[in-house]
C-alpha cells in the first residue's frame, strides 16, 4: 500500500530520521513528531494509515498517545517500538488497541512486513464498518419509511421480540414488505453478526427442496456424487427466514418438526442428526390456521411457528404512510439516472391515495420508478401515472387490460385441465407442465376446487365437529 501517509513518534532524532529514510524508500509518505503533544496536533489536521510509536517518551508515553490517537481516528492501526520490550507491556498495548509491538533493534525488512499487514487489517476494518454501518441504515427497523398508527404498531411489537429468539410469524399481503421486517428483526436482534438467510418456499421446485435445505450426503441419491451442506448450515448463529411456508409440502412440515422443536435435522442419507443454533422468522400471505383446516397445513407445525405472531397491514390501510412512501421512491429511483424531478403534483397524488393497492408497497414503488422513466420535467402529473399504472394503460377499443385477460384465461384453462383429469392433481399438473405447488397456487387464486371436478362426490362420511379456530388476536386477517 505504497503512498499511505505514516505518523513516525519517537523523542530520539537520529532514529526519527532513520525511519524516514526507511519508510520512503518504500514508497510511504511519512510525518514525524519527537513528542505525543506535536503528533496530536498534526493527527487533527492530518488523516494517517498507520502510527509508529515509542513506548518511553519524556511526557506523554506511548500507550497514552495511542489512545488519544484513537480517539480522533478509530480505525488507525498503531505500531508500539521498544527498547524495553516485556510480555506484560505487550499485553497491555494489545489490550489498548495496539495491532502490533515491536522490540529494538529491528529489522527493516521485518518492521516494512508489519506495516504492510498493519496497514491491510486497518483497511479492512474500516470496510468492515462501512458495510455493517450501510445494512443498518437500510434495513433498521428505525429507518423502515412509515408514519400511520397501524405500521408504528407493528414496529412497537418488532422493537420488543427483536432481542428474544422466539419464532415470529410474519402474516400480510404480498407486497407488503414481509422480508424487510424480517431483515428489521435480524439486524436488531444479538445474532445481527451472524447470517441471514431467506428461503422462499414456494420457488424451490418441491423436488429439491429437502436436499437444498437439509443438505445431503454422498450416495443419498442418483447424482449425489459428494456430500453437500444445505441452506440450514448457512443460517448457523444467525437467522433462517422462511418465506411463503404455507407452500410447503406436508411430507417436508413434518421434517421441519423436529427442526423447530430440538433445532436439529438429519442431512438426507444421514443417519446422525446435526445441531444447529438458528432464530427462526417464517412469513406467508394466506390464513394458516384456514390452511390447516383445509388440511394443507399441519396443526402441529402451525403451534410450533405461531409463536409470536405480526400482522403487516396493507397500503390501502396505511394511507397516512404514501406520501412519505412516494417521496422516498422518487429520490431512489432517480438517483444514477438524468432526472431533476423535484415534486409531485397534488392531482397526482389524489391519484395515488385514492388507488386501492392491490400490490401493495411494491405496486407502489413500481407506479413511481416508471413515472420517473416516463417524467420529462420537474414534477410527476397524472398523465405519468396513468403510463405507469398497468390497470390504466387500456385502449379505448374496448380490448381488456392484459391482466384481467390473462386471468380468464387461466381460470377457462384450469376448468378445462381439471375436467379432463377429472380433479386429480399429480395427473393435471403433468399434463400442464408445472409443480402441484404451482397448480395449487394457481387454483388457490382462482378459487377452484379440484374436488368438485371428481366423478364421485367426497361426502363419503358425516362431517365431523368443525374445528375451534386459536383466539381471534392469533388469527390472519380478520381480528376482533
Keep these: 500500500m505504497a503512498g499511505e501517509r505514516i505518523l513516525v513518534v519517537d523523542d530520539d532524532r537520529g532514529l526519527l530520521t532513520l525511519m524516514r529514510t526507511r519508510l520512503e524508500a518504500a514508497g510511504y509518505r511519512t510525518t514525524l513528531a519527537e513528542s505525543g503533544e506535536q503528533a496530536l496536533t498534526s493527527a487533527q489536521s492530518e488523516i494517517y ?62 518492521l516494512l512486513y508489519r506495516i504492510k499487514k498493519a496497514l491491510e487489517l486497518g483497511k479492512l476494518k474500516e470496510e468492515v464498518d462501512r458495510l455493517r454501518t450501510l445494512v443498518k441504515e437500510r434495513f433498521h427497523f428505525d ?12 414496529l412497537r411489537q ?5 432481542p428474544t429468539d422466539s419464532t415470529v410469524c410474519l402474516s400480510g399481503e404480498s407486497g407488503t414488505g414481509k422480508e424487510l421486517i424480517a431483515k428489521a428483526i435480524h439486524t436488531s436482534s444479538t445474532r445481527a453478526g451472524g447470517p441471514f438467510v431467506p428461503i422462499n418456499c414456494g420457488a424451490i421446485p418441491e423436488g ?6 437439509f443438505g445431503h450426503m ?3 441419491f442418483t447424482g449425489a456424487h459428494q456430500s453437500k451442506k444445505g441452506l440450514l448450515h448457512q443460517a448457523e448463529g444467525g437467522t433462517l427466514f422462511l418465506d411463503e411456508i404455507a407452500e410447503l409440502p406436508l ?84 438517483r444514477g439516472r438524468d432526472k431533476h424531478i423535484q415534486a409531485i403534483t397534488p392531482e397526482a397524488m389524489q391519484c395515488l391515495m385514492l388507488h386501492n393497492w392491490p400490490g401493495n408497497v411494491r405496486e407502489l414503488a413500481n407506479v413511481i420508478e416508471r413515472a420517473v422513466a416516463f417524467a420529462a420535467g420537474g414534477s410527476i402529473t397524472p398523465d405519468h401515472l396513468l403510463l405507469a399504472k398497468d390497470e390504466s394503460t387500456q385502449a379505448d377499443s374496448g380490448l381488456q387490460s392484459l391482466n384481467k385477460a390473462r386471468e380468464e384465461f387461466e381460470r377457462t384453462y384450469l376448468t378445462q385441465l381439471l375436467s379432463a383429469t377429472r380433479g386429480n ?7 400442464a407442465g408445472r409443480y402441484r405447488s404451482e397448480l395449487y397456487k394457481l387454483l388457490r387464486k382462482h378459487s377452484i376446487d379440484p374436488a368438485s371436478f371428481k366423478e364421485t362426490p367426497r361426502r363419503l362420511c358425516t362431517p365431523s365437529t368443525p374445528q375451534t379456530p386459536p383466539p381471534a388476536t392469533f388469527r390472519y386477517g380478520k381480528q376482533s
Excluded: C
Excluded at 392433481?425 to 399434463?431: Q, T, W, Y
Design 208 to 213: 429439491l427442496l429437502e436436499s437444498e435445505l
Design 218 to 220: 454422498k450416495g443419498a
Design 49 to 110: 494509515g498507520l502510527a509508529v510509536l515509542d513506548l518511553k517518551m519524556e511526557g506523554m508515553d506511548g500507550i497514552s498517545l495511542m489512545e488519544e490517537l484513537l480517539r480522533i481516528q478509530p480505525y488507525l492501526p498503531v505500531i508500539i517500538v521498544t527498547a524495553y520490550g516485556s510480555i506484560a507491556t505487550a499485553v497491555e498495548a494489545t489490550k489498548k488497541g495496539a495491532y502490533d509491538f515491536l522490540t529494538k533493534p529491528f529489522d527493516a525488512k521485518d
Design 425 to 431: 392433481i399429480s395427473r393435471a399438473a403433468e399434463l
Design 143 to 154: 429507518n423502515i419509511v412509515a408514519t400511520s398508527d397501524k405500521m408504528q404498531h407493528v
Design 251 to 334: 411430507a417436508l412440515q413434518v421434517k421441519l418438526l423436529r427442526l423447530f422443536q430440538e433445532n436439529e435435522f438429519y442431512p438426507l442419507g444421514s443417519v446422525k442428526p446435526v445441531k444447529v443454533n438458528i432464530r427462526y422468522i417464517v412469513a406467508t400471505n394466506q390464513d394458516l390456521w384456514l390452511a390447516t383446516t383445509e388440511g394443507r397445513f399441519r396443526e402441529d407445525l402451525y403451534y410450533r411457528v405461531h409463536v409470536i405472531p405480526i400482522v403487516l397491514p396493507p397500503l390501502r390501510e396505511r394511507r397516512d404512510d404514501i406520501p412519505l412512501l412516494v417521496n422516498y421512491f422518487l429520490q431512489k429511483y432517480q
Design 158 to 162: 418488532v422493537t420488543q421480540i427483536a
